[in-house]
């Protein structure tokens, strides 16, 4: 059933047999005693697994997880020590105090891996920030200590013992697995993490949401663990262009590759939605929307991202999609530039280039255009569309809801899956900082815990260039 999934290739080497005749058969009884093996120390490893066995006495979960994968990490790279060790911890993550998310209604996240990613896709923003501290790749993404994620769950759901965690895990607000790392990266056939995890939120009966680029989630070895009460899939596909995917997402798999897998999931009764995000503009900003854009056979063309997506999830009866538009560092401009070739700076307005960091972004105006196009072209073929703010300000989050098919949810999974009755919003500003390294972070908006779902929102004239001052009035 997988075959069809996974695109192989396969080589053959040359292989060269040797004599089986050994010299050392004529050798004294004992010269032919085998050398014996070096024991390589293997310390975090051994605190991992005393650490297990007393979680396996106190805990109701049944856990069956092979820990031999750290030791087996520990050995393999103990004369080049992985930078940070074999793991990570403190699994989990509450984002929105971030003055970019404060909205974001699944901003509790975790990863089953980290400090890299197989994909490594050259826009990614985890990958330039762990990348200037030296941790990116370096040499592998490493799996997350799994006894952290136990002993939080162990805690809150089998003890009364406090926790920082507490609160927002009695409220189920849905858990996003899969934020700076990929926690679908093939490597999980083997090290089986994100597997322990899915089977550990199944059997607490937590919701999680996935946010995938990977294939391997519509495996028949994952597929029978997504709990259809508590789980909703996001694959994220930028492009139908697998000539610049391998360019611009080198690890992933293909999107063909991808539009199966999530066809497979909705077939199997697993609610997915496409994520076009981040969505890459397709001809300069004011193509669209500016009356004085001057068109003509020299206009360059960005063929990444693409109106025809919406056939394409269509075509494979995938019944929902989202777009995000990119808003891009100077370090993901230069890496995708030079992985394609294509100078893509006169695609932005230079005035739009804003802040310390010069972020190159599109026009609200434009922006709109795109999202509004989508809707159009979803609504044609009987699809349901949501758009994400992330990256654009939080007027985005307001003035866009207008095309949004589900008003309550911008990642369209309220009122498809009954366990989603909670999200990040919700939680008090108060405690957000709580799990914050920025404890000077203030509101973005007075209106962080509006209810979603009104309708006639009217903007105010209060509108920076950079989207992050709107907020419409009722």
Request: charge should be positive; include cysteine.
């Amino acid at each position: 059933m997988d075959e069809q999934y996974r695109e192989q290739t396969e080589s053959t080497a040359s292989i060269l047999h040797f004599p089986r005749t050994s010299v050392a058969q004529n050798l004294p009884p004992l010269l032919e005693t085998k050398p014996e093996v070096r024991r390589i120390p293997t310390p975090q490893y051994d605190k991992l697994i005393a650490e297990a066995e007393k979680l396996d006495k106190k805990s109701k979960y049944p856990c069956k997880f092979d820990y031999t994968i750290y030791r087996d990490l520990e050995t393999r790279y103990a004369d080049r020590p992985i930078r940070g060790g074999v793991s990570y911890g403190k699994p989990l993550k509450l984002v929105n105090s971030h003055s970019t998310c404060q909205q974001c209604l699944y901003a509790f996240e975790m990863d089953t891996y980290g400090r890299g990613c197989a994909h490594d896709c050259v826009y990614c923003y985890a990958r330039a920030q762990l990348t200037v501290h030296g941790y990116w790749n370096n040499p592998i993404p490493v799996p997350v200590d799994l006894n952290e994620v136990r002993k939080i769950f162990y805690t809150i759901f089998e003890t009364q013992k406090p926790s920082k965690w507490r609160s927002i895990m009695e409220q189920r607000i849905p858990l996003r697995i899969g934020s700076m790392t990929d926690s679908f990266m093939f490597s999980d056939k083997k090290y089986k993490i994100t597997q322990e995890v899915l089977r550990l939120l199944n059997y607490y009966q937590y919701p999680y949401i996935i946010f995938t680029r990977s294939d391997l989630i519509a495996h028949d070895e994952y597929l029978m663990l997504l709990d259809r009460k508590l789980t909703s899939v996001h694959m994220s596909i930028s492009s139908i262009n697998d000539e610049l995917n391998r360019k611009i997402e080198p690890g992933a798999p293909s999107a063909k590759r991808r539009l199966a897998a999530t066809q497979k999931l909705v077939e199997a009764g697993v609610w997915s939605t496409v994520r076009i995000n981040p969505l890459f503009p397709i001809y300069p900003d004011g193509y669209f929307t500016d009356p004085d854009f001057v068109r003509s056979s020299n206009t360059p063309k960005f063929d990444f991202s693409s109106f025809e997506m919406v056939d394409a999830i269509a075509d494979h009866k995938i019944p929902s999609f989202l777009a995000g538009f990119g808003r891009f560092s100077p370090y993901a401009m230069k890496s995708i530039e030079q992985a394609t070739g294509v100078n893509l700076r006169p695609f932005f307005k230079k005035e739009l280039v804003v802040g310390a960091r010069l972020d190159w972004r599109f026009s609200d105006q434009e922006i709109r255009y795109y999202y509004s196009e989508y809707k159009r072209r979803a609504v044609t073929r009987g699809l349901q569309f949501t758009t994400c703010y992330i990256g654009n300000g939080e007027g985005h989050f307001w003035r866009d809801q207008d095309l949004w098919s589900n008003k309550k949810d911008c990642c369209n999974v309220k009122g498809k899956i009954a366990s989603f009755n909670t999200d990040s919003r919700q939680v008090p500003f108060e405690e957000r900082l709580a799990h914050s390294t920025s404890k000077c972070a203030t509101p973005t908006s007075t209106r962080l815990h509006e209810p979603l779902g009104q309708a006639h929102l009217k903007l105010t004239s209060r509108q920076s260039t950079d989207g992050l001052g709107m907020e419409p009035t009722p």
